[in-house]
Nanobody
Framework: QVQLVESGGGLVQPGGSLRLSCAAS????????MGWYRQAPGKQRELVATITSGGSTNYADSVKGRFTISRDNAKNTVYLQMNSLKLEDTAVYYC??????????????WGQGTQVTVSS
């Protein structure tokens, strides 16, 4: 059993910053790519950023230069530093991880989501 627990969401003014964290726990053999997705009201869930176990990153064009994804492999934790937040960044942010629970068993897991609201 694997759980992803997110934290760090909240209310922030435009131009402000937030840092999200997501810790994976449970029966983990190894963790591959981890990432963040978001879903705004009335919209589909979209990719925000991903990071491989080796540290290679990928960002949505809408967040490039403002958001930074990082991870601590020893803690099975991924972070999302969000700067220069805009109104359109308002969404529920979900953590995702590609995890091997045994040598032969691999699955994708999702966190429960954390609300980020950008408002003046």
């Amino acid at each position: 059993q694997v759980q992803l627990v997110e934290s760090g969401g909240g209310l922030v003014q435009p131009g402000g910053s937030l840092r999200l964290s997501c810790a994976a726990s449970g029966s983990i053999f190894s963790t591959n790519a981890m990432g963040w997705y978001r879903q705004a009201p009335g919209k589909q869930r979209e990719l925000v950023a991903t990071i491989t176990s080796g540290g290679s990153t990928n960002y949505a064009d809408s967040v490039k230069g403002r958001f930074t994804i990082s991870r601590d492999n020893a803690k099975n934790t991924v972070y999302l530093q969000m700067n220069s937040l805009k109104l359109e960044d308002t969404a529920v942010y979900y953590c995702n991880a590609d995890i091997w629970t045994t040598v032969t068993r691999r699955s994708r897991y999702w966190g429960q989501g954390t609300q980020v609201t950008v408002s003046s």
